[in-house]
């Protein structure tokens, strides 16, 4: 048992060419050894039989071998497919490198696929570290923006608008004409005093940096979803809960696009908003009933549709090693679901 183990392991170590010549020589050998002492022992059986006899077992044998022999050699094939399969499937996690135990006809193609992968999962850091960068740059620069329109766009608004108001007081009682034109001014500068609030709540609310995560997405769901006459029910179990920053950022920015979504694609009449903190994880979902999408065949066309939110969530989540689950059927509504790993009790 040991020995024929040992010829497999040796010939499985041999290239393919040189096992089939083997195999189909030892076939060949052992035939015309039996032909020999064959037609030797039945000298009154006519030669035709004796020919179809060897030729039919030559071929017999001959068939076996090869298709033993090509069928094992391509098993490893299914493992390398398998491999190949997996990759890019697992957001965050790098592809495994494949082992053939030494197929000395497939190795070289092992380790080219096993280079090409450490290349792939190197540009892949090094596009999720480019991305880390642009997110943060961008968080930056959203919040400078936003303070500035608040401390200073916003507030000579508001100064604007008591002015106009002294003015409108201040008028003698004959000028109604142009008392018109300064009420119409003021209502224009109130008008825009509430666009800009929405805009800067936009960029960053500044509910997320003071109250905390549950309360902006609460706020942002509500005003987004309501205003759509969506009906809006939260199972948010523990609302004073607090996430370090970049977490809340990202999970805020994550809901922002989820509810952006809800709002622009779904048609639902009822959103449902959970969110979960266990000890090593919080996880976020927006269940919504509306009309639902085929999410594979979304994904796949993304890039050249140029839709890119739900990569954005799934970006988003990977960079803080979290996972995203999106179930979703066209008529069954959407369940968004993203995880976060991270102590939060
Ligand atoms: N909750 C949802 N209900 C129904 N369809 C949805 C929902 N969320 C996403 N979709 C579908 O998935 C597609 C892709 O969404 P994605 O957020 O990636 O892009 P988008 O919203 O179209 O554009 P953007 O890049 O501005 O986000 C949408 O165009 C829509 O067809
Ligand atoms: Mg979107």
């Known amino acids: 048992m040991n020995a024929l183990n040992n010829l497999r392991r040796f010939m499985l170590r041999v290239p393919i060419v040189y096992r089939l010549l083997i195999g189909n020589s030892l076939v060949i050998l052992v035939l015309a050894a039996a032909a020999t002492l064959l037609t030797r022992q039945f000298t009154g059986v006519p030669a035709a039989y004796l020919i179809l006899l060897f030729s039919l077992l030559g071929f017999v044998l001959v068939f076996l071998l090869n298709y033993t022999t090509i069928r094992i050699s391509l098993r490893s094939l299914d493992g390398l497919r398998q491999t190949i399969e997996q990759v890019g499937y697992e957001r965050g996690s790098p592809p495994e490198a494949i082992h053939l135990d030494r197929d000395p006809d497939l190795q070289p193609l092992a380790e080219a696929i096993n280079a090409m ?97 549950i309360p902006a ?8 979803l309501e205003e759509a006459g969506m009906r809006v029910q939260f199972e948010i179990p523990e609302e004073n809960l607090r996430l370090p920053r970049h977490l809340e950022t990202e999970l805020f920015r994550i809901a922002q696009e989820g509810v952006n979504n809800i709002a622009r694609h779904s048609n639902a009449r009822r959103v ?34 140029k839709h890119l939110g739900l990569l954005g969530i799934q970006e988003r989540a990977a960079l803080v090693g979290g996972q995203v689950d999106i179930l979703s059927e066209p008529g069954h509504g959407t369940l968004l679901r993203v995880c976060l790993p991270g102590r939060f009790r």
């Open 117 to 213: 992968l450490s290349r792939l999962e190197n540009y892949t850091q090094q596009l999720r570290a480019l991305t880390e960068r642009v997110t943060s740059a961008q968080e930056d620069e959203r919040q400078r923006i936003a303070r500035n329109l608040h401390d200073e766009t916003s507030q000579s608004l508001s100064s604007l608008i008591i002015s106009l108001e002294r003015i409108e007081r201040d008028l003698p009682p004959g000028a109604s004409d142009l008392k018109n034109r300064i009420v119409q001014a003021r209502q224009v500068a109130t008008r825009t005093v509430e666009d800009l609030r929405k805009i800067i709540y936009d960029l960053r609310p500044t509910m997320l940096d003071d109250l905390g995560l």
């Open 217 to 224: 997405v609460r706020w942002y769901a509500r005003t987004t």
């Open 272 to 305: 449902i908003i959970r969110m979960v903190a266990e000890t090593d994880h919080i996880c976020l979902e927006l269940d919504d009933n509306g009309t639902g999408f085929d999410v594979v065949e979304t994904e796949s066309s993304a890039l050249n549709t």
